[in-house]
T-cell receptor, first 113, second 111 residues
Framework: DTAVSQTPKYLVTQMGNDKSIKCEQN?????MYWYKQDSKKFLKIMFS???????INETVPNRFSPKSPDKAHLNLHINSLELGDSAVYFC????????????FGSGTRLTVV | DAKTTQPPSMDCAEGRAANLPCNHS???????VYWYRQIHSQGPQYIIH???NNETNEMASLIITEDRKSSTLILPHATLRDTAVYYC????????????FGKGTKLSVIP
């Protein structure tokens, strides 16, 4: 069983489209995250979310929105895709309230053409 | 969160110990040192974390200096599969804490 799974693994889409990336974790963790890794390989936090709080990195455009139907899922919805959104997006999860490690998914490579 | 400084790259011979240094001179008393690695195109992988004491697990050892201003990750017998970017991160680990990744150290294990 994959602990943190993301779908799709690859996504190619045109500018202006709206797309979603799905993430599911089966670790029983209560906090989930989205990270973006750009072409220069920098990993940047976008969101952290549990059922009590959503923390948004202020540099994230409001075209990006996290949606969590339940504790085990955190999807990333992106409106009006732009060329600069091309990157690898990683989902992660951890348990709140302690110095626990994160578990990351294998990533979704988004290419906007 | 305190910032960290790591060398951009290191080489290590296969089978030898890889010692990866990290400086975190502004670390606060309640902040942990975390190590992650990212093997090409994969998601980052948690390795180990520590507060004050040295730590060891099946993957690596973490040595933290007494003043906590620096630490060293030790891979005791490096293999080719250990070639990756290694990230040293300092964070309180409290609440919904966020990990801020720097540039890391690119470790190349050489046959």
């Amino acid at each position: 069983d994959t602990a943190v799974s993301q779908t799709p693994k690859y996504l190619v889409t045109q500018m202006g489209n709206d797309k979603s990336i799905k993430c599911e974790q089966n670790l029983g963790h209560d906090t989930m995250y989205w990270y973006k890794q750009d072409s220069k390989k920098f990993l940047k936090i976008m969101f952290s979310y549990n059922n009590k709080e959503l923390i948004i990195n202020e540099t994230v455009p409001n075209r990006f929105s996290p949606k969590s139907p339940d504790k085990a899922h955190l999807n990333l919805h992106i409106n009006s895709l732009e060329l600069g959104d091309s990157a690898v997006y990683f989902c992660a999860s951890s348990q709140r309230g302690g110095p626990h490690g994160y578990t990351f998914g294998s990533g979704t490579r988004l290419t906007v053409v | 969160d305190a910032k960290t400084t790591q060398p951009p790259s290191m080489d290590c011979a296969e089978g030898r110990a890889a010692n990866l240094p990290c400086n975190h001179s502004t670390i606060s008393g309640n902040e942990y040192v975390y190590w992650y690695r990212q093997i090409h195109s994969q998601g980052p992988q948690y390795i180990i974390h520590g507060l004050k004491n040295n730590e060891t697990n099946e993957m690596a050892s973490l040595i933290i200096t007494e003043d906590r201003k620096s630490s060293t990750l030790i891979l005791p017998h490096a293999t080719l599969r250990d070639t990756a970017v290694y990230y040293c991160i300092v964070s309180s680990g409290a609440g919904s804490y966020q990990l801020t990744f720097g540039k890391g150290t690119k470790l190349s294990v050489i046959p």
